[in-house]
């Protein structure tokens, strides 16, 4: 599985490289960007996905959901062709590929490649998670500090309010975030209104390290309602769970917000 996620997200990103430069962008209805590149991506990969998987099901974040509510005990693949679209047309190079496979509430194996950096984790249920195919060890208990760093969205000043005394670091993309965490860069990763494809293949590769994604409330986020279509309507803590306690008191979100896309 390992090899087949490598080489699936190594061909994609060749395919996303080769057309960076010559992009057409427009907006999708919630005003976020979306490219050309992002529909033939999550064409390609769906396509090599159920030709070797026929019997599994498919999530993308520009096609949508398909017979996942009269199927759920079937495994899911969630896509994001294209993870920090934004960053990816501005040409930096703080973008990446998801390919997360789940079963019931459980991320089963997860790959986020980052194409500029020529980063690649891979997180497998009980086989630990690899960066460039190096073992990523179990994520420590950090203290907050003024160089302690949390990887945020661009979006908090709307939503919430954060009050952090160390180091508030936005790359653009919500999985580039959580991979980091997951490779001991950060105390934890805030993800605002994140959806099965923005956090599955992470997620995957987190868990594996000892971490997980928990709500402000402390307990952990339900990715089976996820799989159904349901956006979690607030941010989310990617991280060591004792790590995530020590930030979750600094947030404070506001009340009544009406949180449009």
């Not at 979306?34 to 090599?48: A, G």
């Not at 019997?55 to 993308?60: A, E, H, S, V, Y």
């Not at 630990?128 to 420590?140: C, E, I, V």
Request: with cysteine.
């Amino acid at each position: 599985m390992r090899e087949f996620i490598k080489k699936l997200l190594e061909e994609a990103g060749d395919i996303a490289t080769a057309k960076q430069e010559t992009l057409s962008v427009s907006q999708k209805k919630d005003q976020s960007l979306v490219s050309e590149v992002d529909y033939e991506i999550e064409l390609f990969l769906k396509e090599r996905i159920l030709k070797k998987f026929k019997k599994d099901l498919f999530i993308g974040e520009e096609f949508g959901l398909k017979n996942i509510l009269a199927e759920n005990q079937k495994r899911i693949w969630a896509i994001d062709p294209i993870d920090g679209t934004n960053p990816y047309t501005k040409g930096l190079p703080t973008w990446g590929i998801c390919v997360g496979l789940m079963h019931e509430k459980t991320p089963l194996v997860g790959g986020f490649y980052m194409p500029k950096t020529k980063e690649l984790f891979i997180g497998e249920k009980g086989k630990g998670a690899t960066r460039n195919s190096k073992k990523m060890p179990f994520l420590k208990e950090m203290e907050i500090e003024k160089q302690t760093i949390i990887f945020i969205p661009s979006s908090k000043k709307r939503f919430f309010n954060f009050n952090f005394t160390g180091k508030s670091v936005a790359y653009g993309s919500a999985s580039t975030h959580i991979a980091y965490t997951a490779a001991g860069c950060s105390i934890a990763a805030l993800v605002d209104r994140p959806q099965i494809w923005d956090i599955l293949a992470p997620l995957a590769i987190l868990e594996e390290v000892g971490g997980g994604g928990f709500l402000p409330n402390g307990n952990p986020i339900d990715l089976c309602s996820m799989a159904e279509g349901k956006k979690i309507d607030g941010p989310v803590f990617f991280g060591k769970r004792e790590n995530v306690e020590k930030v979750l008191p600094n947030i404070e979100i506001f009340p009544n917000t009406k949180r449009k896309l």
